[in-house]
């Protein structure tokens, strides 16, 4: 059954002046970040609402949720669909002991507009409980394969996960969930997306999304706790969109007499894996 919701439309997730314009090797753009809180049991075990995606290219959505396990030790999302198509399950991970699990499911392309986001939850068992924040963002202009990734838990400040091989044309994304009561705060590397709490008893959650452009050869992302919580964190690294356009030509008839016409024949293939807009020859 939801409880509550809280929808976050990121203005500002990222700094505007880090984007390109759209080419063949554009840099990827965010669109759009909304979350909702809510609480599944066995009976009610399904999260819906509505999210909006602009009509870019090569876009990619992630979906991430974090969750408190305190009472249900055995949860797992086990489908997420976006307009309904599905999702494929990126990365997961779950603390010690355990307190928190956080996962990031994702889609290349898919539809564009308002559809609803549809997370299946099993593993709640009657009489059990479990406290999420779930959030849906999408960008555009991203190279069209599995993102990579990166996930960590601990316990106490500060949470840190460390995504390698990434390079300055990428972005990188955090998703990190910690067992209530504490506050998450990121460094100012990081331009902070939604911050989200269920409540502020041992079985709620703080969940949180940062964002910032990628350093080489790896990078960190980190949140200071207020207080000594288990974690769980998953960094996402978005690179931007590549598209390896070929192009062939040939020339008829061979030979041309004297005053005969030589037409030439351009001939232009798009190997991918991205789609390659503003392409000029």
Known sequence: MQRKSLYFAAAVLFVCALFGVTDVHAQATFDNQTNVTDVLTSAAPTTVWSHTTAAGTNRLLLVAVSMNLRNATGTTVTTVTYGGTPLTLLDAITDAAPDTRTEVW?????????????????????GENVESVSSATTLSNVD??????????????????TLTGTAATDLVLDFVGARETVTLTPPGTQTQGFNTSTGGTN????AASSGRVAATPNTTMTWTLSATR?????????????????????????PVEPGGILTYTFHIQNNGPSSATG???
Not at 106 to 126: D, K, S
Not at 144 to 161: E, L, R
């Open 144 to 161: 069209q394969s599995a993102p990579p990734s990166a996930a960590a838990v601990g316990n106490g400040t500060p949470a840190s996960v």
């Open 106 to 126: 994702y889609l290349l392309g898919g539809p564009t507009g308002a559809n609803n986001v549809i997370i299946t939850m099993g593993g709640i068992t009657p």
């Open 203 to 206: 079985d709620d959650i703080q």
């Open 230 to 254: 288990r974690w769980s964190h998953i960094a996402v690294g978005v690179k931007q969109a590549t598209a390896d356009v070929e192009v062939t030509q040939s020339a008829l008839p061979d």
């Open 279 to 281: 392409v000029t020859l």
